[in-house]
C-alpha cells in the first residue's frame, strides 16, 4: 500500500460502526430452504457462504422475536414496473438508517470519515453476490471507471450528486476490500444518499457486466448479443441488462435479501431468498428468515377488496384511510390480520403550492407577495378539514418539519396556520383589494376576479374534499377556488412551464431531517417543487433554462443550502437547517395542510415482528425497509 494511503486510513476519524458484532464465531445454522442443494454438492454450506464478518443482527437488543425461516409473503402491487419496491422494502445499502434515523454500516463492514471530505469503505471479506461471485473493490472500479466515465454509456458523465463545487472525487481501490471517495472539499451529503430509498448505485456485479462490455467481451459473441436483443449498440444492451434499481433482470446478480425469479407470469412476480446474502442472527440463522415473497399485479381499485378477502400478508401501498372502513370490517370478521394506522412521513399530506414563477405578470406579483400567501394559509380551516378527512387523527398547520425531527418546532407549525378569516380579510384589505362583486369575491386591479385556479393531479379523493372545503372558507375572504383535475404528466407540464397559478402535491418527501441530511430541497434548485420551477430549472441546466432567482428570501436559501455543502461542523449544519425552516415557515412557498395522515398498513396474524407503530415514509425510510423486512417471519400455524 502506498505511503499516503496508509496514513489516510490511519488518520480517518471513525464515523459509522457495525450494528452488532460478537467476540466468538457464530456457529451457523443450514437454511432448510437450500439444505438439498448443500447436500447434493451443488451450493456451498452456510459457513461458505456468508462473509467472514457478516453482519450479525442482535434482535433482543432490538425488541423483536427469534424467527423461524420459511414461508411465502404475499402482497400487491399495481403496476409491473413496481416490482423496484423490493429494492426499497429489502433496504440492503452500504449505509442505511437504524430504527432510530442513524447512519450505520450494512453491506460494508466500516466507513471512515476524515475533514467530511474523504471516505473510507471497508468491505466484508468474503461477501459474495447472489450469484456466488466475489463482491470487492473491483465491482466499484468498474462502475467509477468502465461506467459513470464511459461516454457511450453515461454520455454526460459521473451523476452529479458527486460533484463537488464542480469538482469529482477522486476515487481509489487500494486492495479488495477498501475503497476511498476523495474530495477537496467535505461532501457531507454523499453518505445520506447512500442510505436513500431509491440509492445511487455505486457499484455493479462487474463479473455479469463486463460481457456485455465493449472492453472486456468477446467482440464476435457481443455482436451477436445485440443482434439478438435488437438494439442499438453493445451500450444499449449493456444499459438495459444493467437495472440495479429496476429489479426485472433474474440474471443480475444482487445483494438484497431476496433475489427476482423468472416465473414466465405477468400478472405476477416472485423472489427468493439470496443465498449469499449478509445479515445473520445471534443464534446463527441466516436472514431473511422469509423464503419467497410473492408480488400480485392487480387493479388499483381491488388492492382494498382482495386485502379485505386476506389474499396478502402485509399491504401499505395501495390503500389509503378511504379504505379503512372496509379493512376494519373484514379484520372485525375473522379476516385474520390487524389493520394498523402509520403517520405518514412526507412533511405534509397535502399543501398548495402557489407558483411564484407564473406567466401571468398581475398574478405573479400577487403570488409572490408574502402578505397574500399568509392570507390564503389564515383562510384555510385544517380543523374542519382533518375531521372530515382523517376524523382528526392527521396533524394540522404548516409544511415543516415532523415531530419525529430535531428540527420540529411548534412556532413554525402554527406561524399563520390558525383558522382567522377576520385577519385574512384585514390582510387582503390591507393590500388593497378592497372591491368586491356582488358576490363578495374581490376585484384585481385590471377588473378580473379575484380566482385563483388550483390544478390538482385527479388521483387522490381526499384532495379534492379539502379543496372543497378550502374553497367555502376562501370565499368568505373574497377568494373564489377553482379546482381543475389533469393528468399527473399533464400537471408537471403546466407547473414547469408557468401556465399553472398553483398546484396541490404532497411535501417534502423528508419530513424528518438531521443535520446531516442535505437542506437542498428546501432551496430552489429543483423544478418539481411547485413553487419555483422555473428557478430550480435555472440551477439545474446551469442557467441553460428557466430563470434566475430574484427574491431576497429564496437567493437567501439558495445561499443557505451551498453554505451547508461547505460545512464540516454540526452545529453550523444545525443553524442553517433551523434558519431554512423558519424562511419556510414565514413566507409560505408551500401551504401546508394537514401532516402524519394515517396510512392503513395490513399485517397477517401471523406475521410477526412488523412494529404496531412505524412511520409510513419514503425517504428515510424506505417504507417498510427500515423496519427490516428480512426480519419479519411467520409464526406456525396453529392446528385445530
Not at 423490493?86 to 466507513?111: E, Q, T
Amino acid at each position: 500500500m502506498k505511503p499516503i494511503l496508509r496514513t489516510l486510513i490511519s488518520a480517518v476519524l471513525l464515523t459509522l460502526l457495525p450494528l452488532c458484532a460478537t467476540a466468538d464465531p457464530l456457529k451457523m445454522v443450514e437454511t432448510p430452504y437450500w439444505q438439498s442443494d448443500v447436500t447434493k454438492g451443488t451450493l456451498d454450506p452456510i459457513e461458505k457462504r456468508m462473509p467472514m464478518v457478516p453482519l450479525v443482527v442482535d434482535l433482543a437488543e432490538k425488541g423483536r422475536e427469534f424467527g423461524q425461516q420459511g414461508g411465502t409473503l404475499r402482497t400487491m402491487i399495481t403496476r409491473s414496473k413496481d416490482v423496484r419496491q423490493m429494492v426499497v422494502y429489502g433496504y440492503a445499502r452500504l449505509v442505511g438508517y437504524d430504527r432510530k434515523y442513524n447512519l450505520v454500516p450494512d453491506i460494508l463492514k466500516s466507513v471512515k470519515v476524515a475533514e467530511g471530505r474523504i471516505f473510507v469503505f471497508k468491505l466484508r471479506p468474503g461477501h459474495r453476490w447472489s450469484d456466488g461471485a466475489p463482491f470487492t473493490s473491483e465491482d466499484f472500479r468498474y462502475w467509477w471507471n468502465d461506467v459513470a466515465n464511459n461516454a457511450e454509456l453515461s454520455p454526460s458523465g459521473p451523476p452529479s450528486f458527486l460533484k463537488v463545487d464542480g469538482e469529482y472525487p477522486r476515487v481509489l481501490f487500494p486492495n479488495e476490500t477498501t475503497v476511498i471517495f476523495r474530495w477537496s472539499k467535505p461532501n457531507p451529503g454523499f453518505l445520506p444518499l447512500l442510505a436513500q430509498a431509491s440509492p445511487p448505485f455505486i457499484y455493479r456485479p462487474a463479473h455479469y457486466l463486463k460481457q456485455y462490455h465493449e472492453k472486456y467481451a468477446d467482440p464476435e459473441k457481443l455482436a451477436k448479443a445485440v443482434a439478438k436483443k435488437k438494439v442499438r449498440s453493445w451500450a444499449a444492451l449493456h444499459n438495459k441488462r444493467d437495472n440495479m434499481y429496476k429489479f426485472d433482470n433474474a440474471s443480475l446478480p444482487t445483494l438484497q435479501p431476496w433475489v427476482p425469479a423468472d416465473t414466465g407470469m405477468e400478472s405476477r412476480s416472485l423472489f427468493v431468498r439470496n443465498a449469499y446474502y449478509h445479515r445473520i442472527d445471534t443464534h446463527g440463522v441466516q436472514l431473511p428468515y422469509i423464503d419467497t415473497v410473492e408480488m400480485s399485479i392487480v387493479g388499483s381499485g381491488l388492492v382494498a377488496a382482495k386485502t379485505n378477502a386476506g389474499e396478502v400478508d402485509l399491504q401499505a401501498r395501495g390503500l389509503d384511510f378511504n379504505d379503512v372502513a372496509v379493512l376494519k370490517k373484514g379484520e372485525s370478521e375473522g379476516g385474520g390480520y390487524t389493520v394498523h394506522l402509520w403517520p405518514n412521513g412526507t412533511a405534509s399530506q397535502i399543501a398548495i403550492y402557489p407558483n411564484l414563477n407564473h406567466a401571468d405578470p398581475v398574478w405573479q406579483k400577487i403570488l409572490r407577495d408574502v402578505q397574500f400567501r399568509r392570507a390564503l394559509s389564515l383562510g384555510i380551516d385544517r380543523r374542519m378539514i382533518n375531521r372530515a378527512l382523517y376524523f382528526g387523527l392527521a396533524s394540522e398547520g404548516n409544511m415543516t418539519a415532523l415531530p419525529a425531527s430535531p428540527f420540529f418546532n411548534e412556532d413554525n407549525l402554527k406561524n399563520y396556520a390558525q383558522y382567522d378569516p377576520d385577519l385574512a380579510n384585514k390582510i387582503l384589505d390591507d393590500m388593497g383589494f378592497t372591491i368586491r362583486r356582488g358576490d363578495g369575491i374581490r376585484i384585481l386591479v385590471d377588473g378580473r376576479p379575484m380566482r385563483v385556479l388550483v390544478e390538482t393531479a385527479g388521483e387522490r379523493q381526499e384532495v379534492e374534499n379539502a379543496l372543497q372545503i378550502i374553497a367555502d372558507t376562501w370565499r368568505d375572504i373574497g377568494i373564489e377556488l377553482v379546482m381543475r383535475p389533469l393528468d399527473r404528466d399533464i400537471l408537471r407540464q403546466h407547473v414547469f412551464s408557468g401556465q399553472t397559478m398553483a398546484a396541490v402535491w404532497f411535501g417534502w418527501d423528508n419530513g424528518i431531517p438531521t443535520a446531516n441530511t442535505s437542506p437542498e430541497y428546501l432551496a430552489p434548485r429543483a423544478q418539481d417543487f411547485f413553487a419555483w420551477p422555473k428557478w430550480g430549472q435555472f440551477y439545474q441546466t446551469n442557467g441553460e433554462a428557466g430563470e434566475p432567482v430574484d427574491m431576497p428570501k429564496p437567493a437567501r436559501l439558495m445561499h443557505l443550502a451551498l453554505e451547508w455543502e461547505k460545512s464540516d461542523n454540526q452545529a453550523e449544519r444545525v443553524a442553517i437547517w433551523e434558519e431554512m425552516l423558519k424562511i419556510h415557515a414565514d413566507e409560505k412557498y408551500a401551504i401546508g395542510i394537514l401532516a402524519e395522515a394515517p396510512q392503513p398498513v395490513v399485517v397477517s396474524d401471523r406475521l410477526k415482528n412488523v412494529p404496531n407503530v412505524g412511520l409510513w415514509a419514503w425517504d428515510p425510510g424506505a417504507h417498510f425497509g427500515i423496519h427490516r423486512m428480512d426480519e419479519f417471519f411467520f409464526a406456525p400455524e396453529v392446528s385445530n
